[in-house]
């Protein structure tokens, strides 16, 4: 077991590594705070992109299926990779559109569309998701600190949320964009280390190698998880928002394709590790596949290696958590409450008002939840019943309340379903996520069909 006191060193310095980075960045106006003057370069793009991608759900999530089904899990990452290189051609529509109208959000894409008030249902689903999202990396980064040195849950989540706060106030959407590019650095390099030097455990059952073990409907539900995300995600839609120029965009997607793949041998090795190492098989896998990831992570690593795993934990956990939390900020001064007209000062002191509102929201919400697949399958799946309707916007077939009934309707059914399932069988199913999907593309279809009969 590591020393506490290492861990709230390692906080600590990224901490201040967080601020020193956010003195770089300039803050005098909105626009540098909330997307650093939309000048980001082809690199720190790249950097950014895969910096909010590889985050402690990745990290602990994704291993964790591989852990259950093999390397069938690895229809994810096929499904975002294919994501990036599918969501090219929106991104660069997206680009056009957000020079021409200073878009800062998803949100106001809805607004250019429909108006605020339709897109206030838009950002009403995403800042739950979001939320959500932002709670589940305090309760992953919580448990890896719990396991490794003893730290009290509870202390461990406040201590992470206000590291991510501190640097946030400093910089703004500056200090994001730059820690990720340091801690996505760090990530790559330790996770390779990691898969170097694991110490391997016993023999893996012949069913893991096998690329369908996880069934039809299971590796559908992965492959859209994966490729509609992009769409549905609004961290990719602010960072398209913020790059340089139209070849910025294309070339970052395209080569974060590639490095979805790199990541996805050595997580899916990891997983396959550990399932080999700590043996575990039918429902009892499903319910423990967590921890023994983390087990995998934290006690077959050579000793001399840990903190370096430790290091590259917090990096993930802290890259997306500053994305998330910096995105929900911009969502209340942006989306949900917006003063026109107002000095650069008073805007940017809102958005450092709504930063800390929603980092306590996120901590209480954090502070219920125990099992980190459920809160991750639930929003996930949550967020992604947005992509049809995003879809249905690109092909031209605009319509202001099927984006109001598709999304409430959808939200209603799938929260309904992820209550049902926990009831039932004590676990919500990644087949959760054709539910939303299916709930937004027929509720949006069929109010489509029968639009002509709302002008009367």
Known sequence: MISSNLLWFVLIGFTIVGILLGRLTSTKSVDDFALGGRNMGFFPSLMTLSGTFVSAVTLMVYTSFVYIYGISAAWIFVGYTLGFLYFIPFALKLYRLSLEHQFFTLTDYFVFRYGRKTARWVIGVIFVWYVGLLSTQLLVGSNLLNELGGVPVTLAKLGMLITVLTYLLVGGFGSVVKTDIFQFLVIFLVLILVTLTINEGGDVPEEMYQPFNAGAVNIIAFLLLGILTPFATQD??????????????????????????????????????????????????????????????????????????????????????????????????????????????????????????????????????????????????????????????????????????????????????????????????????????????IVYRISYAFRKFDKK
């Open 236 to 441: 990719y839609w602010q960072k398209v928002f913020a790059m340089k120029n139209e070849v910025v965009v294309k070339q970052s997607f395209r080569v974060g394709a590639g490095i979805n793949i790199l990541l996805t041998v050595a997580l899916t090795y990891v997983g396959l590790i550990a399932r080999s190492s700590f043996p575990i098989s039918g429902a009892v896998a499903n319910e423990h596949a967590e921890m023994m990831v983390l087990r995998t992570f934290t006690e077959l690593v050579p000793p001399e290696f840990q903190v370096a795993v430790l290091i590259a934990f917090f990096a993930a956990i802290l890259s997306t958590s500053d994305t998330y939390l910096f995105l929900l900020s911009l969502n209340v001064t942006n989306d949900l409450f917006p003063k026109k007209d107002e000095d650069a000062a008073s805007g940017i002191g809102r958005i450092r008002k709504a930063l800390v509102a929603v980092g306590i929201l996120a901590l209480l919400i954090a502070l219920f939840f125990e099992r980190i697949e459920d809160i991750v399958v639930t929003f996930k799946a949550l967020g992604i019943g947005i992509a049809p309707v995003i879809f249905y916007d690109w092909a031209g077939k605009h319509h202001r309340q099927s984006v109001v009934r598709s999304l409430v309707i959808m939200t209603v059914v799938s929260l309904s379903v992820s209550v049902y399932m926990m009831e039932t069988a004590g676990k919500i199913n990644p087949a959760i996520a054709f539910v939303s999907i299916g709930t937004s593309a």
